[in-house]
């Protein structure tokens, strides 16, 4: 019932935007949720980028530097990506889970629900 369905990841030049949206469904309550992006380059480890915690507080990797922005409106989960750099290439993953604590926000071990994954590739 639960799903996470991914779309908005293409080709992009340096310095220029995409918004990535998740479409969420099967969540009984809204606010018992701990929502995520993660992101996976080739040949390097699972890295959190920016979560939303179950009173809607945001948390940005220090990489991030401001230019990526998450929300939740509704039932969809975005993560607006402003001036994009070459190294923010990787294939972006949404992801939700309960009982998450804070300290664990990053830890894509801990989330239970994953989207398939889109594709980001910034060109310099």
């Known amino acids: 019932q639960v799903q996470l369905v991914e779309s908005g990841g293409g080709s992009v030049q340096a310095g220029g935007s995409l918004r990535l949206s998740c479409a969420l469904s099967?969540?009984?309550?809204?606010?018992?949720?701990?929502m995520a992006w993660f992101r996976q380059a080739p040949g390097k480890e699972r890295e959190g980028v920016a979560a939303?915690?179950?009173?809607?507080s945001t948390t940005y990797a220090d990489f991030v530097k401001g230019r990526f922005t998450i929300s939740r409106p509704w039932n969809t989960l975005y993560l607006q990506m402003n001036s994009l750099k070459p190294e923010d290439t990787a294939m972006y993953y949404c992801?939700?889970?309960?009982?998450?604590?804070?300290?664990?926000?990053?830890?894509?071990?801990?989330?239970?629900?994953w989207g398939q994954g889109t594709q980001v590739t910034v060109s310099s």
């Open positions: 992801a939700a889970g309960n009982r998450i604590r804070d300290g664990d926000r990053f830890s894509a071990d801990k989330y239970g629900y």
């Open positions: 099967g969540f009984t309550y809204r606010s018992n949720y701990y």
């Open positions: 939303l915690d179950t009173r809607d």
